[in-house]
């Protein structure tokens, strides 16, 4: 089945700077991969996501980019602000069961 | 628009009970899935179900299980409870149709097992 990992587990910038956060999957039939955001105390929500045909996609200080044949995708948040302080996680999406795999998450600290 | 709301918010209970947490989809929503979030990990899927069906399950033993209802809304079943049960438990709605509908997830139920 399916393994994502995801890297670093907590990552600290300085507001305003880049924000790098990288995700490697092992099924190489995945083909759907999302982004969703967890602030302290309440729900994951979607922020991104990128299709398997697609190798990148925008979305204002937001990013996703996916290398198919090394089997990774990252998320890119640029000129960084507060309130992108969360815990990220990415997922694949297993192509037999259309099932998510998560991975262990991201802790963003934005640094004022 | 009815987001998804899940309860109760807290819960504690003994090794060996049961417990039932409940979840109301997001209007128009016809498909829910459940996930475990132990501390510091990232959601695990636990099964997912629709038109009143379970349609995909994840790495979880038979004491988990489930019930979706006519107006889409769910139950989440344990039984035997265990320690490592202890997480926060995550209802998220959908719409059927395309695998690639994003989730919409409730703010969990926290369930602690001593």
């Known amino acids: 089945g399916e393994n994502v990992e995801q890297h670093p587990s907590t990552l600290s910038v300085q507001e305003g700077d880049s924000a790098v956060i990288k995700c490697t999957y092992s099924?190489?039939?995945?083909?759907?991969f999302p982004w969703y955001k967890q602030e302290l105390g309440k729900r994951p929500q979607l922020i991104i996501d990128i299709r398997s045909n697609v190798g990148e996609k925008k979305d204002q200080r937001i990013a996703v980019t996916l290398n198919k044949t090394a089997k990774h995708f990252s998320l890119h948040i640029t000129e960084t602000q507060p309130e992108d302080s969360a815990v990220y996680f990415c997922?694949?999406?297993?192509?037999?069961?259309?099932?998510?795999?998560w991975g262990a998450g991201t802790k963003l600290i934005i640094k004022p | 628009e009815t987001g998804v709301t899940q309860s109760p918010t807290h819960l504690i209970k003994t090794r060996g009970q049961q417990v039932t947490l409940r979840c109301s989809s997001q209007?128009?929503?016809?498909?829910v899935s459940w996930y475990q979030q132990a501390l510091g990990q990232g959601p695990q899927f636990i099964f997912q179900y629709y038109r009143e069906e379970e349609n995909g399950r994840g790495n979880f033993p038979p004491r988990f299980s489930g019930l979706q209802f006519p107006n889409y809304s769910s139950e989440l079943n344990v039984n035997a409870l265990e320690l490592d049960d202890s997480a926060l438990y995550l209802c998220?709605?959908?719409?059927?149709?395309?695998?690639?509908?994003?989730?919409?997830f409730g703010n969990g139920t926290r369930l602690t097992v001593t």
């Open positions: 099924d190489s039939a995945s083909n759907y």
């Open positions: 998220a709605s959908s719409l059927s149709g395309s695998r690639y509908s994003p989730l919409h």
């Open positions: 997922a694949a999406m297993e192509d037999s069961n259309y099932q998510l795999i």
């Open positions: 209007s128009g929503h016809n498909t």
